[in-house]
Structure formats: structure tokens, C-alpha cells
């Protein structure tokens, strides 16, 4: 009698195994996945990336670089206004560029610098500034700081809800990613931190979604088969 191949997901370090056995986990992106991370400008584009497509961040990110504005010093100086047009690609601009004015003013008022903000900012602080919400401030945290953040955004929480694993909110889908997961983390990525074995799974659900995503679905089969 033939067994039955079905693979049970019932843990974050199932799925992070199983999407690591199915390549996912691609070599040829940036180390923690995101591009050009641990820079500012990795801040910026956690902010540029609401409600829209990388390639339009991309598309901002290069005009600010052009203009040499992607560094806090010259980006502090530059009012809000003159960055609209710079990063109109990314939708929202007026409200973009009013939010990293002011947190690039925010960063060097109470860091000095962005090296020192890297090491030293916190969570609350950056949950206190105008348009970061959680999941941009995990992403700062963890892509642009390279702290231990786990970032979860809609499609990971499609893709619990697929596995019939639903969760409410935010905070409830990173708690359920979390759990266990550093026994996982050091199976699968044994010479990373902790850290960059976060940023990398997040990559990884992120691939596997866009990959297998049929409007708001997900399907799942090839990680149970």
C-alpha cells in the first residue's frame, strides 16, 4: 500500500524547512535578502515600499541617489517638498516624503549619526515616529539595522491562513513565526546570526508567495507534497 507523501506544517520551522528543501532561499539576492541593506537607504525604501511595487521603490531610490540623497546629512537638509517629485514613482509621495524628512530629522536630532542609530534605536522609538507602523519598523530594524526582528507582511499571513494556521493581527503572525524558530534557524543557516537567519525566511515566504499566489490565494500543495 503506496504512503501517503502529504508533509504536515504545523510549525514555523516545518515551513522554514520546507521552503529551504524547495529553493527558496536564493543565493543570488543581497545576504539579508533585501537589496543594499544596512544602509539608510534601506530606511528610506522600508518607508518608499507601502502600498507599492519594489521596482517603483527602485525607481525612487535612484533619482534620490542621482541627487545624492541618500545619506541622512544631505537628506535633512533637503525640504520635504523638493523630495516629491524624486519619489513620485512610489505612490503616496507627499506623505512619503513628509515621513522620511522628518524621521531622518528625528534620526540625526537624537543619534547624531546613522551608524550610532543602527546600533542604538529602538523598537517604541520607531513605532513613535508618523507613518511606521510595525511591519516597517521590523523592517528597519532588521534589514536596515540588522537586528533581530522577524518581519511579517500579507503574504505571510496568507500563507498561515492557507496552512490553516490563521492568525488576527500582526503581532500574532510573528509570534507564531517566532516560535521555536531558532533551533530552526541554526539547522538551516548554522554560520548566520540569528538575525540574518530572520531576514533571510521572511525572503523566503516572500519568494514562495509571489511564486504561488493566485489573487489573494496561495497555494500550498508544493510545500505539503
Excluded at 517603483?56 to 537638509?77: C, F, H, I, T
Excluded at 505612490?91 to 524628512?101: L, M, T
Excluded at 530572520?198 to 515566504?205: C, D, E, L, N
Amino acid at each position: 500500500m503506496p504512503q501517503d507523501s502529504h508533509q504536515v506544517i504545523t510549525t514555523s520551522t516545518d515551513l522554514l524547512l520546507r521552503l529551504h528543501a524547495l529553493g527558496y532561499d536564493n543565493p543570488s539576492r543581497d545576504p539579508w535578502w533585501w537589496p543594499r541593506s544596512g544602509r539608510f537607504e534601506t530606511l528610506v525604501g522600508a518607508i518608499l515600499t507601502q502600498n507599492t511595487t519594489w521596482k517603483s521603490v527602485e525607481m525612487s531610490l535612484d533619482a534620490l541617489r542621482v541627487a545624492d540623497l541618500l545619506n541622512p546629512e544631505s537628506l535633512a537638509q533637503t525640504p520635504a517638498k523638493l523630495l516629491e517629485p524624486l519619489i513620485r514613482p512610489s505612490g503616496y509621495y507627499r506623505n512619503k516624503a513628509r515621513n522620511i524628512s522628518e524621521l531622518t530629522h528625528a534620526l540625526l536630532d537624537d543619534f547624531g549619526d546613522y551608524e550610532t542609530f543602527a546600533v542604538q534605536v529602538s523598537r517604541d522609538w520607531l513605532m513613535a515616529r508618523r507613518g511606521i507602523g510595525n511591519e516597517t519598523a521590523d523592517a528597519i530594524l532588521n534589514y536596515a539595522c540588522y537586528r533581530k526582528a522577524m518581519v511579517v507582511d500579507s503574504y505571510t499571513a496568507r500563507l498561515l491562513e492557507a496552512l490553516g494556521h490563521p492568525q488576527p493581527d500582526y503581532l500574532h503572525v510573528q509570534s507564531w513565526m517566532i516560535a521555536g524558530l531558532e533551533d530552526g534557524c541554526r539547522d538551516v543557516f548554522p554560520s548566520m546570526p540569528l538575525a540574518q537567519g530572520y531576514a533571510r525566511y521572511h525572503g523566503m515566504v516572500v519568494e514562495y508567495a509571489k511564486a504561488h499566489r493566485h489573487g489573494r490565494e496561495i497555494d500550498v500543495l508544493p510545500l505539503q507534497s
